[in-house]
């Protein structure tokens, strides 16, 4: 196998291996006859990162027809062959990447300019295919804004936080930060944020829910993004289920898949799940009623019923984008149907099963069948990754 | 109780926030006192500061479009919360492009200092950030720690030369050693002296001024003084270290008064902002 990659598609590789070192410690190399897939994993297993780079990113994409070839190695290894984006980005011209079975090597090669060769030899292992099983087109919300929407939102948080919870309802989307400890919460400084769904390319949510997910991924997403310009698409569900990342044009595909707090983390940890649902600052902003919320401190009560906790009737969603429905079977429609309708009824104590783990390397037919047991609706993996 | 406040202002914005960044570098958390017309921060010396203490003095009508305040009786028409600055620091770090800040004392989960700032937005409708940022209500009986501290009978009193420079003499002094000797007489000499076993250091400082203080205060022991004779503290560096470190904008006026071996007060005036900063000697 060789590849050549040229120019600009040089620094988009480095920020994809950047981007990928953020989540996993391993870089997971898999030859298709279609492309050249990039993944990841971390150590827990909650987030899956990979990145599709067809053959036309390449200048030279050269394989032996029918012969598939997957390794890892060490993601800081080939993070240090591009160590430094700025100087990459004026220095390189080509960067080659050429497979040696015999030698157990990748070969990274960086033309520089004047005639500068810099040749990194990575010792590869061999491995098994790196596969999370996710299905974006049966998630019934999906969003898609510039990065530079999701860069600004992202820094009003602070760069130590964790978590973050994002909710959505028919026109917004609230973002806050998630505290873990009950007690952190007399602490912590708490921030929420408000976008109106006109700040997004598309905005289509037929489930009002709340997820809950780590932002590291994100960031790390939001990095190639942004040096890019590509828009980033969101794939959500109920929490519990994962949320999908995702960047595309038309030579390469980035898909970032991430665990969410199952509901019942959700309501232990914080009284928030989606039926007490966020509170509007929007309008508390405009419509300002000073006693609505400065209220007799001295008298202090137990901070107990605020009004935000409060249920809300929950059954104003609107129908699902049709768009949405073209990729389900009949069968899904059903449960979609059957979900719409739980919804409708009071919050049902104890919801499905939710892991905060989800499938992730080669899935046998039976762990796919394992997986399939509890959620059956959206495990069809991607057209991408059949290896 | 109840507080709320509003700021339109990009220049009055810019200017709390680095009042706060400032307050920010010197403590982890401080007291902020609210009147109808002024903000205080205040830093009491206690023993876990370091013994430092601050004061730190805002006019409110320069800062705020809207400002309503009823305190915790009409008889002590005040509010005083003890709060982490780096917070406030890191919600209007975000608030800088905002079309305008509020800020309101809420009650969450537990009594919060909100923070709501409108950004601006893609779309017609504006993005909201809130922050709540937790604070602890101090109670009446507790108010007498944080009143604004007596002007010390100091030895010497002396202008501050550019805190810019100041702070790299401190800042490479902080090195060599963990104490520094801060001298000055009433003839605008000003040292900056570190002495370990290996080497001794002397910044010397010349033609600073010293302010008239007249009858404002009643300094009987400046008053008597040979001019020539230098007074000094002994002081921990790292705390004017982190004096000097938060200081982002020279103030129109800076001035030092020491007190013999006991105490150096250093004040910094703006045009609506002072600080009093109190750091006290080691032996």
Not at chain 1, 205 to 213: D, E, G, H, K, R
Not at chain 2, 20 to 46: E, M, Q, W
Not at chain 2, 59 to 72: H, R, S, T
Request: a negative charge; glycine letters at 4%.
């Amino acid at each position: 196998m060789d590849y050549v990659a040229t120019g600009g598609n040089v620094k988009v590789l480095a920020k994809a291996i950047h981007s990928l070192s953020r989540i996993g410690d391993e870089l997971y190399f898999e030859h298709q006859d279609d492309g050249l897939a990039l993944r990841t994993v971390n150590s827990s297993r909650s987030a899956f990162a990979s990145f599709f780079l067809s053959p036309l990113f390449f200048q030279r994409f050269h394989t032996c027809p029918g012969h598939t070839f997957r390794c890892k190695m060490p993601v800081k290894s080939v993070q240090s062959v591009f160590k430094s984006l700025s100087s990459l980005e004026k220095t390189v011209e080509k960067c080659r990447i050429e497979w040696k079975p015999e030698r157990s090597q990748l070969t990274f090669t960086l033309h520089c300019k004047h005639g500068l060769l810099k040749t990194h030899n990575l010792s590869f292992q061999d491995c098994e295919s790196l596969q999370a099983v996710f299905d974006k087109e049966g998630c019934p919300n999906v969003l898609r804004a510039q990065p530079r929407l999701l860069v600004d939102t992202v820094l009003n948080f602070p760069p130590s936080l964790e978590e973050v919870t994002v909710s959505v309802s028919g026109d917004r989307m609230w973002l806050k930060n998630h505290v873990e400890d009950k007690t952190d919460q007399f602490k912590a400084m708490m921030t929420e944020l408000c976008l109106s769904s006109e700040e997004f390319d598309h905005f289509s949510v037929s489930l009002q829910t709340s997820i809950t997910f780590c932002l590291k991924e994100l960031r790390g997403l939001l990095v190639f993004a942004e040096s890019t310009g590509l828009p980033i698409s969101v794939f959500f569900d109920d929490p519990g289920r994962p949320v999908v990342l995702s960047v595309s044009d038309s030579v390469l595909e980035a898909n970032f898949v991430l665990a969410t707090l199952s509901e019942d983390a959700h309501q232990n940890n914080n009284n928030n799940s989606k039926r007490a649902s966020p509170p509007t600052p929007a309008d508390d902003f405009m419509c300002d009623d000073m006693d609505s919320y400065l209220i007799a401190m001295e008298t202090s009560e137990i901070a107990g019923a605020s009004s935000q906790k409060e249920p809300q009737p929950s059954s104003s969603h609107g129908p699902p984008m049709p768009n949405h429905r073209v990729f389900l079977d009949s069968v899904m429609e059903e449960q979609q149907q059957e979900r719409d309708e739980e919804e409708d009824l009071e919050r049902p104590p104890n919801k499905k099963f939710r892991s905060l783990f989800f499938g992730s390397v080669s899935p046998t037919p039976s762990q796919v069948a394992n997986q399939t047991t509890h959620s059956q609706d959206v495990l069809a993996s991607d057209s991408e990754d059949e290896g | 109780m109840k507080f709320r406040s509003k700021m339109t202002d990009v220049g009055c914005l810019n200017h709390f926030t680095r009042v706060v960044n400032t307050i920010a570098k010197l403590n982890k958390t401080c007291i902020l006192r609210l009147t109808p017309d002024n903000l205080y921060f205040v830093l009491s010396g206690k023993v876990a500061n370091g013994g430092v203490s601050m004061w730190c003095e805002l006019l409110q009508v320069n800062f705020f479009d809207e400002y309503q305040i009823e305190g915790v009786s009409p008889d002590a028409n005040e509010i005083c919360l003890e709060v982490a600055p780096d917070n406030l620091s890191r919600a209007l770090k975000t608030a800088q492009t905002a079309k305008s800040v509020k800020i309101k004392l809420t009650k969450k989960h537990c009594p919060c200092l909100t923070i709501a700032a409108e950004l601006p937005s893609l779309s017609s409708v504006s993005r909201v950030v809130t922050h709540d940022i937790p604070v602890e209500v101090i109670p009446r009986r507790l108010w007498h720690d944080f009143k604004e501290p007596t002007m010390p009978d100091f030895d010497v009193s002396i202008y501050l030369p550019p805190l810019k420079t100041m702070k790299n003499v401190v800042d490479r002094m902080k090195n060599l050693s963990n104490y520094l000797v801060i001298e000055a007489n009433l003839s605008g000499e000003m040292n900056l002296k570190i002495e370990t076993d290996l080497v001794s250091v002397t910044t010397h400082f010349k033609d600073l001024g010293n302010p008239p203080w007249g009858d404002d205060a009643s300094q009987s022991k400046s008053q008597s003084r040979d001019l020539e004779a230098m007074a000094y503290t002994r002081v921990d560096i790292r705390k004017l270290q982190q004096f000097l470190a938060g200081q982002q904008v020279n103030p129109s006026k800076a001035m030092c008064n020491i007190v013999h071996k006991r105490i150096v007060h250093l004040i910094l005036l703006h045009e609506d902002v002072s600080l009093q900063y109190f750091i006290p000697a080691v032996a």
